[in-house]
Nanobody, 120 residues
């Protein structure tokens, strides 16, 4: 069992930056791929980025690749999402997930999310 707790969300102006963190419990963090997903009001949850268990491979939604960076620190059991040049359309609840896949279907454990609000 893996428990995930996101932090770092908040209110930011368009063009600003935020770094989200996701802390994982347990000693098995390095076994899992980690991902970030988001859900905007009235929309379905969507894929943002995934990083493999070693941190050597990353995957992004094309529209976010230039602005977002996923990284992990296995010694700290933490995965990060650095978000730059934020836009109002990035407003969403951002969820951290862990699993053996790289897409939403491949994630087995989910955090409760952290809200990011980007004002225009």
């Amino acid at each position: 069992q893996v428990q995930l707790v996101e932090s770092g969300g908040g209110l930011v102006q368009a063009g600003g930056s935020l770094r989200l963190s996701c802390a994982a419990s347990g000693r098995t963090f390095s076994r899992y791929n980690m991902g970030w997903f988001r859900q905007a009001p009235g929309k379905e949850r969507e894929f943002v980025a995934t990083i493999n268990k070693s941190g050597g491979s990353t995957y992004y939604t094309d529209s976010m690749k230039a602005r977002f960076t996923i990284s992990r620190d296995n010694a700290k059991n933490t995965v990060y999402l650095q978000m730059n040049s934020l836009k109002p359309e990035d407003t969403a609840v951002y969820y951290c997930a862990a699993g053996f896949g790289v897409t939403m279907r491949g994630m087995d454990y989910w955090g409760k999310g952290t809200l990011v609000t980007v004002s225009s």
